[in-house]
């Protein structure tokens, strides 16, 4: 019961650290999310006829929502940012004889800066998907036929930073410094 405890005491300690990047990683979703939703639909709004509005705007924005090689860029370089700022505390001998003082083992230590690092992407991603998708219902596009996409993508892109930041973890703590 005390284990349990200390590892999310540690998990809470830890996220109050990373405060600045789980506010970085949701501004930079919201705003290549449900803000670029809203201004490609009205772009797209303007060159369309009345008639099957909905159903083009709904392709449309499944199109934008899904897995795509620019977001795929822009993912790899948060997950590389959370790895480095994670682990950042090895590259200054106080923090780590502090850290190192703490009765916690380095297993659950490293458990708790992992799981903070792919528990504030995969929030601030889901939030601003939310978002998207109220967005999109707000300009009149059939969110109903984005629903697969978004997941579809959801799945690749969390894969995609889980690979990038495992490398990045990797190579930080080898190389021993940024």
Do not use: H
């Not at 996220?15 to 009205?42: D, E, G, K, Y």
């Not at 822009?74 to 090895?90: C, E, R």
């Amino acid at each position: 019961m005390t284990s349990k405890k200390s590892f999310w005491v540690n998990i809470k300690t830890n996220a109050r650290r990373r405060v600045w990047l789980a506010v970085v990683m949701f501004l930079a979703f919201f705003f290549s999310m449900p803000v670029f939703t809203a201004l490609s639909l009205s772009t797209e709004k303007v060159y369309i006829t009345a008639r099957q509005t909905d159903i083009y705007l709904g392709r449309v924005f499944a199109r934008q929502i899904g897995f795509s090689g620019g977001r795929s860029i822009f993912i790899g370089l948060l997950a590389a940012v959370a790895a480095i700022q994670g682990f950042s505390y090895m590259y200054q001998r106080k923090k780590l004889d502090m850290y190192m003082s703490v009765p916690v083992t380095k297993g659950k230590r490293f458990a708790a800066v992992y799981l903070n690092g792919f528990v504030i992407y995969f929030l601030s991603y889901l939030i601003n998907l939310l978002l998207s998708f109220v967005a999109a219902q707000a300009m009149g596009a059939n969110v109903a036929i984005a629903v697969g996409e978004a997941c579809a993508a959801l799945v690749a892109d969390a894969i995609l930073y889980l690979a990038v930041y495992n490398i990045a973890i990797l190579a930080v703590m080898l190389t021993g410094n940024l």
